[in-house]
């Protein structure tokens, strides 16, 4: 699998994991149960998906950056000199 492989791939991966921060929100409760069967919520936490989404939007970012895909690094690429121009 190549970069621009690995860039399809991911942002796939990013649309689904916010396909279903959509549908179920970006937390959860974590549920526990006392000794006579109650059951309580123990903490509220990030999905899964929260870490998942952010790692692979900081990946993608960086693919971008190398191909020129964002305005600040559109502005640093530099065309590739051709021979005609160096006679």
């Not at 409760?29 to 998942?52: D, H, N, Q, T």
């Amino acid at each position: 699998l190549g970069t621009l492989g690995r860039y399809f791939q991911m942002s796939v991966l990013c649309e689904n994991a916010s396909k279903i921060l959509s549908e179920k929100g970006m937390t959860y409760k974590r549920l526990r149960e006392r000794k006579f069967g109650e059951v309580y919520v123990s903490a509220i936490s990030p999905r899964p998906e929260v870490a998942i989404l952010k790692k692979l939007c900081t990946d993608l970012l960086k693919i971008e950056q190398e191909f020129g895909l964002t305005p600040a690094s559109r502005s640093r690429v530099q065309p590739i000199a051709s021979e005609q121009e160096d006679e």
